[in-house]
């Protein structure tokens, strides 16, 4: 079992950034690829970014590259997202997630092994 704790949500206007953190507790941190999924009101839950086991690989929705970045700390069991240049669509609850493998599988939301309660960030226009 991996208990995930989200914080770093909030409100922000437009153009500006916000870093949401991760705390992770439970089995080995570096046992886990991480990744970042949001979701809107009335839309499905999607993949925004994730990173595998050891920190040194990532990957982006298109929505968000160039914008957002991913990282880990394994020492800390922590991992975060530095949201830059916010947009009222980046509006969503956003949850952190844990998966065993780092693969073309992190990135759907029915193949997560573990998630956060999530944490509300909403982008003002």
């Known amino acids: 079992q991996v208990q995930l704790v989200e914080s770093g949500g909030g409100t922000v206007q437009t153009g500006g950034s916000l870093r949401l953190s991760c705390a992770a507790s439970g089995r080995a941190f570096s046992d886990y690829a991480m990744g970042w999924f949001r979701q809107a009101p009335g839309k499905e839950r999607e993949f925004v970014a994730a990173?595998?086991?050891?920190?040194?690989?990532?990957a982006y929705a298109d929505s968000v590259k160039g914008r957002f970045t991913i990282s880990r700390d394994n020492a800390k069991n922590t991992v975060n997202l530095q949201m830059n240049s916010l947009k009222p669509e980046d509006t969503a609850v956003y949850y952190c997630?844990?998966?065993?493998?780092?693969?073309?599988?992190?990135?759907?939301?029915?193949?997560?092994?573990?998630w956060g309660q999530g944490t509300q960030v909403t982008v003002s226009s």
């Open positions: 990173i595998n086991h050891a920190g040194w690989n990532s």
């Open positions: 997630a844990a998966d065993r493998d780092y693969g073309p599988s992190i990135t759907l939301a029915i193949s997560i092994d573990f």
